[in-house]
């Protein structure tokens, strides 16, 4: 056997990317990518979204995620692929949003056919025009009501992994019922964005499971079904609308005819249960061993780590979501990020050369010259008017403010996922900034651990496509092994390595130590002169 081909699915925000991976070679083949702005401009969503005079209002229509779907394939046709060699698919997408179908959409999606257009023939199919998506901050009053019905956050939070929030799908559904009481009424199924795709692939209404569902406020994050007292405090008769949970490696059907005759797949090729871009790219990433941790360095700073056993954030700052490979991880997301590190570098007219200089020329600890980098209104710890603090530190000194935003940032991490159990074995440094080999080192020494550069991209897609070869082959008896299906063929994992520095340890545990006071009497200054800043 020469090579063994997946394919995974990644609707993202602003796009669809479809790639192709052999599971024999551990390689890629062809990697196609669709923008909704740009390739698809009917739909008027130039980021993903459609414009709203309201802030807080973010939908998409999900005709447009349809049309997405469809035209990837002929694009990765004209890429040069041959469908007919791929054996499973996965889809990975944007966690929380939802999709609302009336009672005729089970039969239309189930009699798809291969010679019109998919979103020409699902028209009518929804029982709400548009899908509210992540970025929605609209429904605050309703996170209060489910909040208050299970009785405050740490029981919210205990019950479900994570505290309400606006984005999250239970506090969606129950505004829409609030708002439109009569579209709920005819609202005969409520998907995800993941499962209502997967049922477009199979031909029938897909499941959840562990990794997207967690993302609802709606699934008991230890039993891994839904949770009757949180189904009740959201919206009248939402079982019965809801999709069944099923365990990460379920085989949910094969391809339907359409996608057999209009595209050119095997009527064998099968596909597995959907989950969100965080799982996904948590497999993508190769974070698959107990008490990891995956930092990507983005537009804002993200923190992924496998928990060895099913524990919550008493303070709510990280969510709590079943992982793919059983288990569960928990997420947080810092949003002063790499913009908060652009930001102290143009202060100082600097390229990422001259600033990369300056944290190289600076020492450990900075001779206690301190920061808390808050810029823009930060999610870890909630802060809605930021600004930043100084410590024994002269921001107008380059080099020095250069090193303590990053310090600051790492100081923070390691601050947050203190209720995440021990030190982590190890890190998976991903995104924009973590090719900058300074910020890593300062990452491994204030971390305590070693850091290992993984330059994915594309890490939901290849995920989703390493998920589907996992669960083909434990499917198909034949041994399953997530840590080779994860390593990549030539062992960059190996390669570049950055250890912690041991004669940094004592200094950044004091650090560490004074950071979270320092916080905790920032946040109480903020709070008395901002009295709105109470959440
Ligand atoms: P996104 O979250 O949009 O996917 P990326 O992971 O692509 O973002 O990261 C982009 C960010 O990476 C840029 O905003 C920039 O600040 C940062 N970046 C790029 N190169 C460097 C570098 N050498 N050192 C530090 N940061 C960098
Ligand atoms: C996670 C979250 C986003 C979306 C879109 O909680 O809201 O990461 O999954 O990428």
């Known amino acids: 056997?020469?090579?063994?081909?997946?394919?995974?699915?990644?609707?993202?925000?602003?796009?669809?990317?479809?790639?192709?991976?052999?599971?024999?070679?551990?390689?890629?083949?062809?990697?196609?990518?669709?923008?909704?702005?740009?390739?698809?401009?009917?739909?008027?969503?130039?980021?993903?979204?459609?414009?709203?005079?309201?802030?807080?209002?973010?939908?998409?229509?999900?005709?447009?995620?349809?049309?997405?779907?469809?035209?990837?394939?002929?694009?990765?046709?004209?890429?040069?692929?041959?469908?007919?060699?791929?054996?499973?698919?996965?889809?990975?997408?944007?966690?929380?949003?939802?999709?609302?179908l009336n009672s005729e959409a089970e039969r239309r999606i189930a009699e798809l056919r291969p010679d019109a257009p998919l979103a020409v023939q699902l028209d009518g199919i929804f029982s709400r025009a548009t899908s509210p998506i992540w970025m929605d901050v609209s429904t605050s009053e309703e996170c209060e009501d489910i909040r208050r019905a299970l009785g405050g956050d740490r029981a919210v939070i205990q019950a479900t992994g994570s505290n309400t929030f606006e984005r999250f799908t239970g506090p969606q559904i129950r505004a829409f019922w609030k708002r439109d009481p009569a579209a709920w009424e005819r609202t005969a199924h409520v998907a995800l964005v993941n499962s209502f795709l997967t049922s477009l692939l199979i031909g029938r209404l897909a499941p959840l499971e562990p990794g997207d569902a967690a993302g609802m406020n709606l699934m008991d994050i230890r039993a891994c079904d839904w949770h009757e007292a949180a189904l009740r405090a959201t919206a009248p008769d939402l079982r019965r609308r809801l999709p069944a949970i099923v365990p990460s490696d379920t085989i949910v059907g094969k391809v339907a005819p359409w996608l057999v005759i209009r595209h050119g797949f095997s009527p064998d090729t099968r596909v597995v249960v959907g989950t969100g871009d965080n799982p996904s790219s948590l497999v993508g990433l190769g974070l698959i061993e107990p008490d990891w941790m995956a930092i990507s360095l983005g537009t804002s700073d993200t923190v992924f780590r496998l928990?060895?056993?099913?524990?919550?954030?008493?303070?709510?700052?990280?969510?709590?979501?079943?992982?793919?490979?059983?288990?569960?991880?928990?997420?947080?997301?810092?949003?002063?990020?790499?913009?908060?590190?652009?930001?102290?570098?143009?202060q100082h007219h600097m390229d990422w050369d001259r600033f990369t200089e300056a944290l190289r020329s600076t020492p450990p600890g900075n001779h206690g010259g301190m920061m808390l980098p808050w810029f823009s209104p930060e999610i870890v710890p909630r802060i809605r008017y930021p600004r930043p603090f100084y410590r024994r530190l002269d921001p107008s000194d380059a080099p020095a403010h250069c090193r303590a935003v990053v310090e600051a940032q790492m100081l923070a991490i390691r601050v947050h996922s203190q209720w995440m159990g021990g030190q982590p074995l190890g890190i998976r440094a991903t995104g924009g900034a973590s090719k900058n080999p300074e910020i890593r080192q300062i990452m491994a020494d204030v971390l305590g651990c070693p850091v290992y550069h993984a330059p994915v991209s594309n890490s939901a897609a290849l995920g989703a496509a390493i998920r589907a070869a996992h669960a083909v082959r434990q499917a198909d008896g034949r041994a399953a092994d997530w840590a080779e299906l994860t390593t990549p063929a030539s062992d960059e994992k190996a390669l570049s390595a950055i250890l912690p520095n041991s004669s940094t340890r004592l200094l950044y545990d004091r650090m560490a130590e004074e950071y979270a006071v320092w916080e905790r009497e920032a946040l109480a200054e903020i709070e008395r002169s901002s009295p709105l800043q109470k959440t």
């Open 307 to 346: 928990l060895s056993e099913c524990r919550t954030d008493s303070r709510g700052e990280g969510h709590v979501f079943g992982a793919p490979m059983g288990g569960y991880f928990t997420l947080s997301c810092f949003q002063n990020g790499s913009l908060t590190r652009e930001r102290v570098r143009n």
């Open 1 to 100: 056997m020469n090579s063994e081909w997946y394919l995974g699915l990644d609707s993202s925000t602003q796009g669809v990317t479809a790639l192709l991976w052999d599971a024999h070679r551990r390689r890629l083949g062809q990697v196609v990518g669709l923008h909704y702005g740009r390739d698809l401009p009917e739909y008027g969503c130039p980021h993903g979204a459609l414009p709203d005079p309201d802030p807080a209002v973010a939908h998409a229509p999900p005709g447009m995620w349809t049309d997405g779907l469809d035209r990837i394939f002929s694009r990765l046709r004209a890429a040069g692929a041959d469908l007919r060699t791929v054996r499973a698919i996965a889809v990975s997408a944007q966690q929380h949003g939802s999709v609302y």
